[in-house]
């Protein structure tokens, strides 16, 4: 697969097999944070709204800035 805008191919491909859509795929095989392993992260719960709003913000959340955090977390996992 050769897909320009696709910065981690083989993670694109891992989240289209787990029936991902391809924009919510490309967005998350394309955040800065692509391919490193997780486990090391706090909750959303732990972040600061500033912080939640840069995580949305990158992954190109609408309507980001007039939303509260939990909703900024609610949208976060469900985007």
Known sequence: MDIPSIKNEDQYEALRDKVYSK???ARIA???????KGGKAKPY???????LYEQAKQVDIKGRSKIDKQELIHALRNN
Not at 45 to 51: G, I, L, N, S
Request: hydrophobic share 20%; no cysteine; glycine share 6%.
């Open 45 to 51: 719960e732990e972040w600061t709204k500033e912080a």
């Open 30 to 36: 394309n955040s800065p944070n692509s391919g490193k």
């Open 23 to 25: 924009q919510k795929a």
